[in-house]
């Protein structure tokens, strides 16, 4: 396969699996990560995700050139055809539930833009970050522009995204790029399972209100962002799982969350 997805734990670990060709997205991988994306915003079961590459040297270079070439709808077909959702990258990625990707080697191009989509990225000391789609006559076509300029600021993005040059894991997260160098590359996807276990734990409810608050908060004026938020606390006030985090707390036990 492609793209493999295996779920342990209320924990989806999604993996491009074409270490050959350093993990790039072919036709059959892009809507192979279509159905992960989809599987893991549909189960509620899932309660955080992992993205990774397989290997050491690659998360994912981006689109395969070789073997990627346009459509032959056009471009209208493609957005206002079918389903009407087109078939950009993150097509399906899941808007409520935790994502961490685990960046081992090049995130280049769209592999960049798939981390960048994550809500946490850690990677190996090995990693390198850039969006290089200027050298080959295109641009980011996966949110890149925007969301690269929100992680690390606007003039390190704008040098990134204007050159198409890399930087290295040190500055990733000298940046805030990333949130943690993690070394050996052999540690890293371990890492990234205990920040997704200690996830997985917590009320499932209040971990997806929060992620929407935080994405939806950060284009609204900071007053309606604090109302929006005390809504969506009212919202949980009445929650069993709320209850039960005080009971638990009381009780000096863990709690018992069931995403009610």
């Known amino acids: 396969m492609s793209v493999d997805i295996e779920v342990r734990d209320a924990v989806a670990e999604i993996v491009l699996n074409r270490p050959e060709a350093m993990n790039s997205i072919d036709p059959p991988a892009r809507a192979a990560l279509h159905a992960a994306f989809e599987r893991v915003a549909a189960d509620p079961e899932i309660r955080v995700a992992i993205i990774t590459g397989a290997g050491e040297r690659a998360f994912c270079t981006g689109s395969d050139l070789k073997r ?101 894991a040190a500055e990733a997260h000298r940046t ?7 070394g050996p590359p052999a540690v890293l996807l371990d890492r990234a399972r205990e920040i997704a276990a200690r996830i997985a734990d917590n009320a499932p409810l209040a971990v997806r209100a929060v992620k929407r608050l935080a994405i939806d908060g950060a284009d609204l004026p900071l007053d309606r962002g604090v ?34």
Not at 84 to 98: E, K, N, W
Not at 109 to 125: H, K, M, T
Request: net charge neutral.
């Open 227 to 260: 109302e929006l938020e005390n809504y969506v606390w009212g919202l949980l006030r009445d929650t069993e799982d709320r209850i039960e985090g005080r009971t638990a707390f009381a009780e000096k036990r863990p709690p018992r969350y069931h995403g009610k």
């Open 176 to 182: 805030g790029l990333v949130s943690e160098v993690v």
């Open 68 to 168: 990627t070439m346009p459509p032959a709808e056009s471009y209208a077909q493609g957005a206002f055809g079918g389903d009407g959702r087109g078939d950009h990258l993150l097509r399906g990625f899941p808007r409520d539930t935790p994502v961490i990707a685990a960046v081992n080697g090049y995130a280049i191009g769209g592999g960049l833009e798939i981390a960048l989509a994550a809500d946490i990225r850690v990677c190996s000391p090995n990693a390198q970050f850039g969006l290089s789609e200027v050298r080959v006559g295109s641009i980011p076509g996966a949110g890149g522009t925007q969301r690269l300029t929100r992680a690390v600021g606007r003039s390190t993005a704008m040098q990134m995204l204007l050159t198409g040059d890399r930087i290295d």
